[in-house]
């Protein structure tokens, strides 16, 4: 079997990264240009170290092409996932979109157990980048440490489909989900949904949306650094906006490339603008200290909370945005990651 080049070259940038982080905390701290501290939150050394690594190697996005930010963000998440998680088989198949078929993936937990639940999944990316491809590792994570059957969605991305696209199909998938439920081999009643920032809030509306319109709810929510509020500017934006993974540029092009001219207080573009909370599914929530995104999403688990939906809110210490996919090359996020899954898998057995 022939290796290609940019293969080569992804092996190569995980094992640095690999050892990058074994190493001391002190030489990590050197090699990253001495300490990272915001508005009191200090930077995980070795995220630092490694964070000052990528902004030398990773390819700048300015003036390139959609494809092209494709490429670089499925490029970046393969260095960052590393050898696959074990779970146990894992299929490709077609569902029903909004507006047509689109491609999923569902994965089976490593210890079926009796009537194992089933977590519909929306990966991040701004709704312009990633994929089912991209979120492989994070869905895998997800299936073996919170024990359930994972289905994850290749929803439409703009700018080909700018909103409402995503979170169409996000409906129109959840409801396949609880159609087929059989197939997949869960109970339509046992079924919740997940996602990480910009898939976050599509798992988000999904909640609204099935309580307004009557149809079958997720029994739990996993909001992952969510994205809840693109009509007001919180702190978090402008601390953490530049330095830290996910920049304020980025935001506000992934933004503007998604919304088009719809009104940036839409709920179903900014959930936390919704008229009421009431009656939506319990809900872990997990946010990170040094992420632009962690204040409107700690705001959305305050909103849940004074409707009286339970809210399990976990804020990752010295974090950014993104760790859920960077378990491959960073002990600490691996932790973290594990540590939410385990918490929503706990929720999971308690709720559905």
């Given at each position: 079997?022939?290796?290609?080049?940019?293969?080569?070259?992804?092996?190569?940038?995980?094992?640095?990264?690999r050892m990058l982080d074994a190493l001391p905390d002190a030489a990590a701290t050197r090699l990253a240009g001495?300490?990272?501290?915001?508005?009191?939150?200090?930077?995980?050394?070795?995220?630092?170290?490694?964070?000052?690594?990528?902004?030398?190697?990773?390819?700048?996005?300015?003036?390139?092409?959609?494809?092209?930010?494709?490429?670089?963000?499925?490029?970046?998440?393969?260095?960052?996932?590393g050898a696959p998680i074990d779970v146990g088989p894992v299929r490709d198949l077609m569902i029903d979109g909004?507006?047509?078929?689109?491609?999923?993936?569902?994965?089976?937990?490593?210890s079926l157990g009796p009537d194992r639940p089933l977590v519909v999944f929306f990966h991040g990316g701004g709704?312009?980048?990633?994929?089912?491809?991209?979120?492989?590792?994070?869905?895998?994570?997800?299936?073996?440490?919170?024990?359930?059957?994972?289905?994850?969605?290749?929803?439409?991305?703009?700018?080909?489909?700018?909103?409402?696209?995503?979170?169409?199909?996000?409906?129109?998938?959840?409801?396949?989900?609880?159609?087929?439920?059989?197939?997949?081999?869960?109970?339509?009643?046992?079924?919740?949904?997940?996602?990480?920032?910009?898939?976050?809030?599509?798992?988000?509306?999904?909640?609204?949306?099935?309580?307004?319109?009557?149809?079958?709810?997720?029994?739990?929510?996993?909001?992952?650094?969510?994205?809840?509020?693109?009509?007001?500017?919180?702190?978090?934006?402008?601390?953490?906006?530049?330095?830290?993974?996910?920049?304020?540029?980025?935001?506000?092009?992934?933004?503007?490339?998604?919304?088009?001219?719809?009104?940036?207080?839409?709920?179903?573009?900014?959930?936390?603008?919704?008229?009421?909370?009431?009656?939506?599914?319990?809900?872990?929530?997990?946010?990170?200290?040094?992420?632009?995104?962690?204040?409107?999403?700690?705001?959305?688990?305050?909103?849940?909370?004074?409707?009286?939906?339970?809210?399990?809110?976990?804020?990752?210490?010295?974090?950014?945005?993104?760790?859920?996919?960077?378990?491959?090359?960073?002990?600490?996020?691996?932790?973290?990651?594990?540590?939410?899954?385990?918490?929503?898998?706990?929720?999971?057995?308690?709720?559905?």
């Amino acid at each position: 079997m022939r290796i290609s080049r940019d293969e080569v070259s992804a092996l190569a940038q995980h094992r640095l990264a690999r050892m990058l982080d074994a190493l001391p905390d002190a030489a990590a701290t050197r090699l990253a240009g001495g300490p990272r501290s915001v508005d009191g939150q200090l930077l995980d050394p070795h995220l630092a170290m490694l964070l000052a690594v990528d902004e030398r190697i990773r390819p700048a996005e300015a003036n390139t092409s959609v494809e092209q930010q494709r490429a670089i963000n499925l490029s970046a998440a393969r260095i960052a996932a590393g050898a696959p998680i074990d779970v146990g088989p894992v299929r490709d198949l077609m569902i029903d979109g909004a507006n047509g078929p689109l491609r999923a993936r569902h994965y089976t937990p490593p210890s079926l157990g009796p009537d194992r639940p089933l977590v519909v999944f929306f990966h991040g990316g701004g709704w312009v980048v990633g994929s089912v491809d991209s979120h492989d590792q994070p869905c895998r994570l997800l299936s073996r440490y919170a024990n359930v059957h994972v289905l994850s969605v290749d929803y439409r991305l703009a700018p080909e489909h700018p909103f409402p696209a995503a979170v169409d199909d996000g409906v129109a998938a959840f409801q396949w989900a609880q159609t087929n439920a059989e197939t997949l081999g869960v109970t339509s009643g046992r079924i919740a949904v997940a996602g990480d920032s910009a898939g976050g809030n599509i798992a988000a509306v999904v909640c609204h949306t099935a309580r307004d319109h009557g149809f079958a709810a997720p029994v739990a929510q996993l909001l992952i650094y969510p994205a809840t509020d693109g009509s007001q500017d919180r702190p978090s934006k402008d601390l953490f906006g530049e330095g830290f993974f996910l920049s304020r540029p980025q935001m506000d092009t992934y933004w503007d490339t998604y919304r088009v001219e719809a009104p940036h207080d839409d709920p179903r573009l900014s959930p936390l603008r919704s008229a009421s909370f009431q009656g939506l599914a319990p809900a872990v929530i997990s946010t990170a200290a040094l992420d632009p995104l962690r204040d409107e999403g700690e705001a959305y688990a305050t909103a849940l909370r004074a409707a009286g939906v339970p809210v399990s809110l976990r804020r990752a210490t010295g974090l950014v945005h993104g760790f859920f996919s960077m378990t491959g090359i960073h002990r600490a996020s691996l932790e973290e990651a594990i540590a939410v899954a385990g918490a929503f898998g706990a929720l999971l057995d308690i709720t559905a």
